[in-house]
Structure formats: C-alpha cells, structure tokens
C-alpha cells in the first residue's frame, strides 16, 4: 500500500446529485461518526508506520478526504498530519494532499497548509452552467461562485499548494467550453472523471445498444485541443496515463493500465476498506471486516478482495484478456465492471467508450512517432 485515504469528516456541505458516497448503492455513511477521533488518527499513523517500515517505503502518500475534510477543523487537521508525520520519522517522506469541494477553504486554511505542506485538490465542473448542474447546495443554490474565489485564491497567492483539479464529465455539458473554463484557474493537472456506474446501474447517457461512444466522443474533442497546444496548457492525467501506457510505462491511477490497486481507504470510524468508489456497486461492497484497531495493513494485503486486484490481466473478463489493447485500458476502473451475476469479472461498462478513446490516441502518438522517425518533426 502506497496511498492511505483519511476520511477525517463522513459528512458534505454541498449535496451533488451524482456522488457516490451519499447518492448511491451504499449508504454505509448513515453509521459513521462525522469526524474521525484522535484515537484512530493515532493508531492508523501507527499502523501505516509499521507498514512503510516492513516493506522499507522511502514514502508514503496520505490523502485527506471526506465527505468534505475541511469540516472536521484546522485543528484537527493539522492534529492527523502532524500524528501520522511522528509516527514515520525523519527517514520516510510523507506526501500529504487533500481533496475539497473548495467551499469553505480560504486564506487561513491556506496558511496552515503552506506550513503542513499539504497539497490541494479541488473538485470543479467547468464553468457556472456545467458546474452547478450536479454540485449544489443542500438548499439548492450553486456552489461555483465560491469555488471560483477559492480557486482564485489558491492559484494566485498559494500556486506550490495547487494539486489540480477534478472535474466529472458531463456529456450534455460543451466539452471544449468546459475545458477552457478549467484553464481559468490554471490547474497544474486536471483530472476527469467518468461518472460511476456498471452494467447493472448504467452511466448517465450511455446507450443501451453500445452503438455511439458519447465519452469518448467529449473526451477527444478536450484531448485534440490539448494536444495541439503550441504550448502544454496542464497535464489531463487520464490522456497522459494512456499514452504512458502506449510507450510502456505505467499509469499513475486505477483508471486505466493493469497495475495493483496500492490504495487503501480508512473510513471515520477506523474501519479499512478498498476504493470508495465500490460504494456504487452494491451496498458493503468496499468493506474488507479490517479495522485499524486490531488489523495490521499487511493483513488487509491479503483479503481475497485484494489479492484479485494485484493480479492484473489474469483476473479480468475473458473480453479484456483477449483485447487488443488491455495492457492500455486494463479493463477501466474496477467499479465500472459490476454487472450480471454480482461480480466484477466484466469489461468495464464504458468498453466501448475507452476503445475508442484509446484507440484514438494511440493513433494520434503513432503518427508523430513515425514523423519523428522520419525526421519529419
Ligand atoms: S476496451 Fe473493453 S474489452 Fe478491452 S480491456 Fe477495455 S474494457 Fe476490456
């Protein structure tokens, strides 16, 4: 494990119709505490010690989360960074990133950041109209103005802090409008998002027939524009894993590629599960039984749920093993492979989506390569 997930605050302040956590098959959060206690911020720091030490980890990536963590308190997030910092030690580096909806993140919150050394991302759609359409406040009204601001503030006096942003896709919203608009705030790296679904709850908008490849489809107009830039404008993680992957590297997330899940989630009342985004599977499908208090994390490494996604292609459907192109798409995000007989040993529900997408690309990168060859670039 690699990437250990602090769900420090199991409640939101803003109420979007598309997230998983509260909208969706698991409705788990209901049973948490809202903000994790100092008793498990120090025995999960404990825990991911004992585990970076066994496996001698020169680092460790710890990522604040929610709901919304900004919720649970300056203090008490400064309290979880600087516990799980002690716990490490000088010798092993700790990453810490937070992921925010941006709605009350301000000047203060920036200053401790800047001296955690924490790194933020921030949850934005593109622009008003697209935005407002899904993330919204439990009364009803927009959050994109006080996003904007935030997202101002950030980029302008706080740009070392800047992680990136997370944008879902939309396909009703214009793709080249909404990726402008990202650009505004001068993200360093922008990161869509496929809406969650599977085979038994399909994605907004996604044909029946499998006929038209609408995902695809939005995601290449952004990728030619960005592509053609004169100029590299922001890294787009998702184009930039794929054609990692067409030359042979690997994929820095579970979005793509075959490489093991290195991810761990550690919800407000210390329970240990996989990838919250199972949350839109069935109901308990994240959970493992481990909890921080009597399990180690090298216990977690070996619940067969687990196991199954280190094994890369040998535990996908028959259709992805004999794709032309698995070692690229590795079968998209585990979540999106839930169907018919309540497993995951499906290709994803958006196959026909990433084939195109991938496809595409690799086309795109093949002609330069050969330009380049030949001495044509
Ligand atoms: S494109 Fe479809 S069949 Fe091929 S690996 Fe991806 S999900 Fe599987």
Same mark, same amino acid.
């Given at each position: 494990?690699?990437?250990?997930?602090?769900?420090?605050?199991?409640?939101?302040?803003?109420?979007?119709?598309?997230?998983?956590?509260?909208?969706?098959?698991?409705?788990?959060?209901?049973?948490?505490?809202?903000?994790?206690?100092?008793?498990?911020?120090?025995?999960?720091?404990?825990?991911?010690?004992?585990?970076?030490?066994?496996?001698?980890?020169?680092? /460790?990536?710890?990522?604040?989360?929610?709901?919304?963590?900004?919720?649970?308190?300056?203090?008490?997030?400064?309290?979880?960074?600087?516990?799980? +910092?002690?716990?490490?030690?000088?010798?092993?580096?700790?990453?810490?990133?937070?992921?925010?909806?941006?709605?009350?993140?301000?000047?203060?919150?920036?200053?401790?950041?800047?001296?955690?050394?924490?790194? /933020?991302?921030?949850?934005?759609?593109?622009?008003?109209?697209?935005?407002?359409?899904?993330?919204?406040?439990?009364?009803?009204?927009?959050?994109?103005?006080?996003?904007?601001?935030?997202?101002?503030?950030?980029?302008?006096?706080?740009?070392?802090?800047?992680?990136?942003?997370?944008?879902?896709?939309? /396909?009703?919203?214009?793709?080249?409008?909404?990726?402008?608009?990202?650009?505004?705030?001068?993200?360093?790296?922008?990161?869509?998002?496929?809406?969650?679904?599977?085979?038994?709850?399909?994605?907004?908008?996604?044909?029946?027939?499998?006929?038209?490849?609408?995902?695809?489809?939005?995601?290449?107009?952004?990728?030619?524009?960005?592509?053609?830039?004169?100029?590299?404008?922001?890294?787009?993680?998702?184009?930039?894993?794929?054609?990692?992957?067409?030359?042979?590297?690997?994929?820095?997330?579970?979005?793509?590629?075959?490489?093991?899940?290195?991810? /761990?989630?550690?919800?407000?009342?210390?329970?240990?599960?996989?990838?919250?985004?199972?949350?839109?599977?069935?109901?308990?499908?994240?959970?493992?039984?481990?909890?921080?208090?009597?399990?180690?994390?090298?216990?977690?490494?070996?619940?067969?749920?687990?196991?199954? +996604?280190?094994?890369?292609?040998?535990?996908?459907?028959?259709?992805?093993?004999?794709?032309?192109?698995?070692?690229?798409?590795?079968?998209?995000?585990?979540?999106?492979?839930?169907?018919?007989?309540?497993?995951?040993?499906?290709?994803?529900?958006?196959?026909?989506?990433?084939?195109?997408?991938?496809?595409?690309?690799?086309?795109?990168?093949?002609?330069?390569?050969?330009?380049?060859?030949?001495?044509?670039?």
């Amino acid at each position: 494990m690699r990437q250990f997930i602090l769900k420090l605050h199991s409640r939101c302040d803003l109420s979007c119709d598309y997230c998983y956590v509260y909208e969706m098959a698991d409705q788990s959060w209901k049973m948490q505490p809202r903000r994790m206690s100092t008793g498990v911020i120090a025995t999960t720091a404990q825990r991911i010690a004992e585990h970076a030490l066994a496996h001698r980890m020169p680092s /460790v990536h710890l990522i604040l989360h929610g709901g919304e963590p900004l919720l649970a308190g300056s203090d008490h997030i400064a309290h979880a960074v600087r516990t799980v +910092r002690e716990a490490l030690g000088p010798a092993i580096r700790l990453d810490v990133s937070l992921q925010t909806n941006a709605m009350r993140l301000d000047e203060t919150h920036l200053e401790l950041f800047d001296e955690l050394g924490v790194r /933020v991302g921030v949850s934005l759609d593109g622009d008003e109209e697209g935005h407002d359409r899904h993330r919204r406040r439990p009364d009803g009204r927009g959050s994109h103005a006080t996003v904007a601001a935030a997202l101002d503030l950030l980029a302008g006096r706080y740009p070392h802090l800047y992680g990136g942003l997370l944008c879902t896709v939309d /396909v009703r919203n214009d793709p080249i409008a909404t990726y402008k608009a990202l650009l505004e705030s001068q993200p360093p790296r922008i990161d869509f998002l496929l809406p969650h679904g599977n085979w038994t709850e399909p994605p907004p908008g996604l044909p029946a027939d499998g006929g038209e490849t609408p995902y695809a489809d939005w995601l290449i107009a952004i990728f030619d524009l960005w592509y053609a830039a004169p100029k590299r404008e922001t890294e787009i993680r998702l184009f930039a894993d794929i054609i990692r992957l067409l030359i042979g590297g690997t994929s820095s997330s579970e979005a793509v590629g075959l490489g093991p899940a290195r991810m /761990v989630v550690i919800e407000a009342d210390g329970a240990v599960q996989q990838s919250d985004t199972l949350k839109s599977a069935y109901p308990g499908a994240p959970e493992t039984g481990f909890h921080v208090f009597r399990d180690s994390f090298d216990a977690v490494l070996r619940h067969p749920a687990v196991i199954a +996604r280190q094994l890369g292609r040998d535990s996908l459907a028959r259709a992805c093993q004999e794709c032309p192109i698995v070692s690229v798409c590795g079968g998209g995000l585990y979540a999106h492979r839930y169907g018919e007989g309540g497993h995951f040993a499906h290709p994803s529900v958006y196959c026909n989506d990433l084939f195109r997408l991938i496809t595409y690309i690799r086309g795109e990168v093949e002609r330069d390569v050969v330009a380049l060859l030949e001495g044509r670039r």
